[in-house]
């Protein structure tokens, strides 16, 4: 296994297109590649904005993983278009949880790796802005890491580049990036399916766009921040 190799777990979201960026500039371009998942939600514009990102950042390999048979064994309103998105009482997993979906994700992803002889799979998951996902906390993510290697005999890597940081700081780090300007216009993050600032309404909207405003604050001077 080549270790110059990444493959990017790739929704064309705010995460992933930052992970993306990051990717292309440790490994190289040509050494990166991406897998979309079309697991039947709601938002599906989301793999076609996916690959629209990829062609942009100019990757070659972009692998799209259908799995529309996912509401035959759960149902949320992710893959239910009629049940309301609803925000999580305390204690309690929002309606937008797919159960089991980033352990299915980072089992084909380890597959699909393994024959292109890739041992990096990049994750966009992050805990910092927790919003009751389980399978985002970074003990899900090492027990899965040790899990597929057992189940393949390999030494894959799940890197989580955003698992300790801020929704402001992944916009930050974006920035850094010279990407901030692409990710804000051309991504989606919006569980209603609308490009760029999306929806406003909805969860993922608001975290993406507090804590876009919250970057945004720290960037003013201290004049005008006093």
Known sequence: MERGKALVVFSGGQDSTT???????EYGRENVSCITFFY?????????????IAADFGIADHKVIQMDWYNQITTNSLLDPNLEIARAEASK???????GRNMLFFTVA???AKSRGIRDIITGVCETD????????????KSCNVTLNLAMDTTFR??????DLTKAETWALADRLGVLEYVEKNTLT???????AGCGKCPSCLLRNR????????????????
């Open 211 to 226: 804590g876009l405003a919250e970057y945004r604050q720290t960037l003013k001077s201290p004049l005008e921040n006093s």
């Open 110 to 112: 380890a597959v699909y």
């Open 130 to 141: 927790f919003s009751g996902y389980p399978d985002c906390r970074d003990v899900f993510v």
């Open 19 to 25: 992970c993306l960026a990051k990717a292309i500039k």
């Open 158 to 163: 799940l890197v989580t580049p955003l698992m």
């Open 190 to 196: 919006c569980y209603n399916g609308v490009v760029g």
């Open 40 to 52: 039947g939600q709601r938002h599906s514009l989301e793999v076609e904005v996916a690959k629209k």
């Open 93 to 99: 997993c929002p309606n937008t949880v797919v159960d």
